[in-house]
């Protein structure tokens, strides 16, 4: 079993910056591949980035390229995502989610999800 605790969402003007986290817990909790993804007020789940286990492979969505940044510390067994240049279409709850392998857009099966975190950008 994996937890994961996502944290650091709030309130923030256009342009502004957020920097997530996603401390994972649990067995094994380091060898799992990460992905961010986020659900915006009567929109889908959509995928925003993904970190494999060692962080060596990142991916993004297009929407967020240049820039959001997904990173990891494995000493510390935490994902972040920092996010810079903030626009109001990037309000939605964002969550964490582990899986074995990393996977990109269009994929929602993972094994483990997080509570999320609401991420409110104002005009």
């Known amino acids: 079993q994996v937890q994961l605790v996502e944290s650091g969402g709030g309130l923030v003007q256009a342009g502004g910056s957020l920097r997530l986290s996603c401390a994972a817990s649990?067995?094994?909790?380091?060898?799992?591949?990460i992905s961010w993804l986020r659900q915006g007020p009567g929109k889908e789940r959509e995928f925003v980035a993904g970190?494999?286990?060692?962080?060596?492979?990142?991916d993004y969505a297009d929407s967020v390229k240049g820039r959001f940044t997904i990173s990891r510390d494995n000493s510390k067994n935490t994902v972040y995502l920092q996010m810079n240049s903030l626009k109001p279409e990037d309000t939605a709850v964002y969550y964490c989610?582990?899986?074995?392998?990393?996977?990109?857009?269009?994929?929602?099966?993972?094994?483990?999800w997080g509570q999320g975190t609401q991420v409110t950008v104002s005009s």
């Open positions: 989610a582990a899986d074995r392998l990393m996977h990109g857009p269009g994929v929602y099966e993972y094994d483990y």
């Open positions: 649990g067995r094994s909790a380091s060898n799992y591949a």
């Open positions: 970190i494999n286990w060692s962080g060596g492979s990142t």
